[in-house]
């Protein structure tokens, strides 16, 4: 099982990118998905959940700002991040969670940096 996080880099406040979350060796659409961040030295933070059936949850910070959404045909997930401030800046990472099948997995990680 591979979780394969893409898409970050450097971008411009006020900027945006999308990130990707691909799965191999699981079928994803059975998962719910969630995107967290790090900054070195803090918890990592919960930024936004994708349930099988589609449902969305967003932290605070990112409301109006982020989108999560899923591919099923693609076995991926995306986090579309729109307005990017320099506070968005961390380590991105999805994590897989089904939980009657007790399976939790998670992905590497994608840097996005936020600077002028």
């Known amino acids: 099982v591979q979780l394969q996080a893409s898409g970050g880099g450097l971008v411009q406040p006020g900027g945006s990118l999308r990130l990707s979350c691909a799965a191999s060796?699981?079928?994803?659409?059975?998962?719910?998905v969630d995107w967290y961040r790090q900054v070195p030295g803090r918890q990592r933070e919960l930024v936004a959940t994708i349930t099988s059936d589609r449902s969305t949850t967003y932290a605070d910070s990112v409301k109006g700002r982020f989108t999560i959404s899923r591919d099923n045909a693609k076995n991926t997930v995306y986090l579309q991040m729109n307005s990017l401030k320099p506070e968005d800046t961390a380590v991105y990472y999805c994590?897989?969670?089904?939980?009657?099948?007790?399976?939790?997995?998670w992905g590497n990680g994608t840097q996005v940096t936020v600077s002028s």
């Open positions: 994590n897989a969670e089904q939980l009657r099948l007790s399976h939790n997995y």
């Open positions: 060796g699981i079928i994803l659409s059975i998962y719910t």
